[in-house]
Nanobody, 117 residues
Framework: QVHLVESGGGLVQAGGSLRLSCTAY????????MSWYRQAPGEGRELVAS????????NYADSVKDRFTISRENAKNMLYLQMNSLKPEDTAVYFC??????????WGQGTQVTVSS
């Protein structure tokens, strides 16, 4: 059965760090383009970072550039998001997404990140 499971969220003070993980089950992870999205209360879901199938290309939202790093381990079916220098405005539920042309898009259930000032 296909699903994605995020973990690693929590409460952290401004300036701190967290590492999010996303474990993939039930599909060929290495063939899928992976992304992290986030959704703050009352806001729409926004793209945070994305990574190509082999990890060779990454993209970041301007708001997280130079603070967040997306990576993947295809052998372990794992996606990561290292978040440094966290700010209160980074507070949101973070989701991982798997996409491949011509296939359904898969979403995880999300993990809460709360940054206190």
């Amino acid at each position: 059965q296909v699903h994605l499971v995020e973990s690693g969220g929590g409460l952290v003070q401004a300036g701190g760090s967290l590492r999010l993980s996303c474990t993939a089950y039930g599909f060929m992870f290495s063939n899928f383009h992976m992304s992290w999205y986030r959704q703050a209360p009352g806001e729409g879901r926004e793209l945070v970072a994305s990574i190509s199938t082999n990890g060779g290309r990454t993209n970041y939202a301007d708001s997280v550039k130079d603070r967040f790093t997306i990576s993947r381990e295809n052998a372990k079916n794992m996606l990561y998001l290292q978040m440094n220098s966290l700010k209160p405005e980074d507070t949101a539920v973070y989701f991982c997404k798997a996409a491949q042309m011509g296939r359904p898009v898969y979403w995880g259930q999300g993990t809460q990140v709360t940054v206190s000032s």
